[in-house]
């Protein structure tokens, strides 16, 4: 079982980026899919989720209202938009997985992606 994320990079403060997360192994329709990031010494913060049938999100932070999560489950993978990004949004954004409803704590999630960097300069 593997949730592999990908789409971070270098963005100018102001851009935009799509991340997504394909999970593999197993289907995760079922599982509520979470959004978590950790910037360099700090504490890994929750960003947002979004229910099995997509019918409910939850966000919580600085990202909030410039961030969408959305999934397909037909292709097994949540996306997580971030818009006008900001140099504080520079962390390691990871995916995660559910089998019930969770925001918080993180271990309240069964499986976790390897992260992917976001970088966003000034």
């Known amino acids: 079982v593997q949730l592999q994320a990908c789409g971070g990079g270098l963005v100018q403060a102001g851009g935009s980026l799509r991340l997504s997360c394909t999970a593999s192994?197993?289907?995760?329709?079922?599982?509520?899919k979470g959004w978590f990031r950790q910037a360099p010494g700090k504490e890994r913060e929750f960003v947002g989720v979004?229910?099995?049938?997509?019918?409910?999100?939850r966000y919580q932070g600085s990202l909030k209202g410039r961030s969408t999560i959305s999934r397909d489950n037909a292709k097994n993978t949540v996306y997580l938009q971030m818009n006008n990004l900001k140099p504080e949004d520079t962390a390691v954004y990871y995916c995660?997985?559910?089998?019930?409803?969770?925001?918080?704590?993180?271990?309240?999630?069964?499986?976790w992606g390897q992260g992917t960097l976001v970088t966003v300069s000034s």
């Open positions: 979004i229910s099995w049938s997509s019918s409910s999100t």
């Open positions: 192994g197993r289907a995760f329709d079922s599982y509520y």
């Open positions: 995660a997985a559910a089998d019930r409803a969770a925001i918080w704590p993180p271990e309240r999630y069964n499986y």
